[in-house]
């Protein structure tokens, strides 16, 4: 028998969040659509017997290309603070010493998602080696508690529960943090139809979505739940469940641009100058739309929904890779976090 065995936990990312910060503490109450897509965050945790000659707890961050140990008794926020306060915050038999592998197809501050996948992700594996297993809803609500009370950043729920759940979802929150998710119905062909027809667009330079959420409740005022625009952003949720369900392209388009207008309105700043660029050659290809992801800022990514004609959808592509942009590869997932087990004698 083997000494060791590995567990693996992929969480996806996710794109498209129509209703977008209403999922947040001073929304207090929030509707959101959004899809969950890879490429994943993948989780390896290698566990063995612990032996002085190996450290307790080793994290190899490989998108950064670092590796460095944790002593579970004195863990300090440093290098990576989710990686850090999610290993903190799990429990593990004493006698272990483990070795976390990260890892993401995804750019970091992409406006993915990418960091509640990681948190989603690596709490999954690492509660593999309890005796109990988190329910997708209790994963998603540590991942988040994680990020905002206990490193204190700004960060709404709707990432966690897309990594957490996967496929097309439209989330209610109807009082925050709580939440109920129901998944978008689609069928196949309808499926496969909206994964062709998008486009993901990278300006290249990652995105602080905490320092973007500051900059907006600032602007939102003393009773920012009341404000129009956030009761707009609710609005544009349902619609863009409703026009998804009816296989209605073209309604859809024309929520994810306006939704995208209601992140100009909400602050200048969420839609730096290569969005709009991104957005003013998507429009000159025929494009039914595009929505800026997540906080916005000055970096991150951008959804762009083509026409049906997949030539003039490739030579849109060819057009903002030449303009010095990046096309991320995605497809669609209906999974949401996956965690297995592997013995070393499963190699």
Not at 36 to 61: G, N, W, Y
Not at 79 to 107: C, F, G, Q, R
Not at 295 to 319: C, H, Q, W, Y
């Amino acid at each position: 028998m083997s000494d060791y065995k590995l567990i693996n936990a992929v969480a996806p990312t996710r794109i498209c969040d129509v209703g977008g910060w209403t999922d947040t503490w001073f929304a207090r109450r929030g509707c959101v659509f959004n899809l969950a897509i890879s490429p994943h965050v993948e989780v390896q945790v290698r566990c063995r017997k612990h032996t002085q000659e190996d450290p307790k707890i080793l994290i190899r961050a490989e998108n950064f290309n670092e590796s460095y140990p944790l002593d579970p008794s004195h863990i300090v926020y440093g290098k990576h603070p989710l990686i850090e306060a999610a290993v903190a915050e799990m429990n593990w038999p004493e006698d272990l010493a483990i070795t976390v592998n990260i890892y993401s197809n995804a750019p970091p501050g992409a406006s993915m998602g990418t960091s509640a996948a990681v948190s989603v992700a690596l709490i999954g594996a690492l509660d593999a080696l309890t005796e109990g297993r988190l329910s997708s809803p209790e994963t998603a609500r540590l991942a988040h508690s994680l990020e905002t009370e206990k490193l204190g950043l700004e960060c709404g729920i709707q990432d966690q529960l897309a990594s957490a759940y996967g496929g097309a979802n439209l989330i209610h929150m109807t009082e925050y943090p709580k939440a109920t998710v129901t998944p978008v119905h689609m069928p196949r062909d309808l499926f496969w139809e909206l994964e062709q027809r998008l486009l993901l667009i990278y300006i290249g330079k990652p995105h602080n979505s905490s320092e973007t959420h500051r900059k907006v409740i600032a602007d939102l005022g003393a009773e920012p739940h009341e404000d129009a625009r956030l009761e707009r952003l609710r609005e544009l949720a349902l619609q863009a469940q409703s026009e998804l369900s009816g296989g209605n392209f073209t309604g859809l388009g024309q929520v994810f641009q306006q939704n995208t207008q209601v992140q100009r309105e909400l602050h200048p700043d969420l839609v730096c100058p290569a969005f709009e660029e991104i957005i003013a050659t998507a429009k000159d290809f025929g494009a039914l739309g595009w929505k800026v992801n997540g906080a916005g800022g000055d970096g991150g990514s951008v959804a762009i929904l083509t026409n049906p004609d997949m030539f003039r959808k490739r030579a849109l592509e060819r057009e903002l890779i030449s303009k010095n942009f990046q096309s991320l590869p995605i497809h669609l997932t209906q999974s949401g976090l996956r965690v297995w087990e592997l013995s070393a004698d499963g190699e």
